[in-house]
């Protein structure tokens, strides 16, 4: 699938947005930052986390966002969002059209305002609603943080499927990962023209694929001729 239009000049800023229960300093995000630096580039890395992890949800996220890019001047923005951080991305390509201007996805959760989507089985949202909070391992802590049931009920109201976003975009999926079903982000590209899909031998994380990744990232984001 080509890549809709042409491209509008270079990005100057670059936003990376981390997975559920990552962090701004991840090997993604870290891989990512080396290699613009290289080109004499920044990259932003919000910390979701902040200022805790147990009130986290979309909407605080997407808040957050909203405050970022207004503290920024009119330059374009491309954000690469990993997981939770692909869905958030798609939901800020649709809010803030007249600021985002490409996305790079690496296994977007793009099934999370489903109900029963898998961070839990059914009987364990029942027992999170009961509860109030359940602890969920977290990668970037590592170590066990309770999170509200917020995080649930907030995310139903936000459907990547249903969000209108016209921007360029790439996703790379890898065909092994747990978490995200490839099938499902393969319907996802195909109720949206404008994203071009590359499908990995990889599991969620998809860190051996990260040099395959930047090759693509690369000249997406107009760094070499």
Known sequence: ???????????????????????????KAAYFRERLQAHGLTLRCPDFNEPDFASLTMSRM?????????????????????????????????????????????????????????????????????????????????????LDFAFYTDTLQYDAFETRFTQPTLIFQGVRDASVDYRTVEAFCRAHPNVTLSLLDDDHQMITSLPRIWDGLEPFLELVD
């Not at 491209?7 to 800023?13: E, R, S």
């Not at 999370?112 to 391992?137: D, M, S």
């Open 1 to 27: 699938m080509p890549l809709c239009a042409r491209l509008p000049d270079a990005v100057m800023n670059i936003f990376y947005l981390h997975g559920f229960a990552s962090s701004a300093d991840s090997k």
């Open 62 to 146: 997407l808040d957050r966002l909203s405050r970022e890019f207004g503290a920024l001047t009119d330059e374009s923005i491309a954000l690469i969002g990993s997981s939770l951080g692909g869905t958030l991305a798609i939901l800020a390509a649709g809010r803030f059209a007249d600021r985002v201007d490409r996305l790079a996805l690496l296994a977007p959760a793009v099934m999370f305002a489903k109900p029963g989507h898998h961070l839990l089985p059914p009987e364990r949202v029942e027992e999170w609603q009961r509860k109030g909070a359940l602890p969920f391992f977290h990668y970037g802590f590592n170590e066990e943080r309770l």
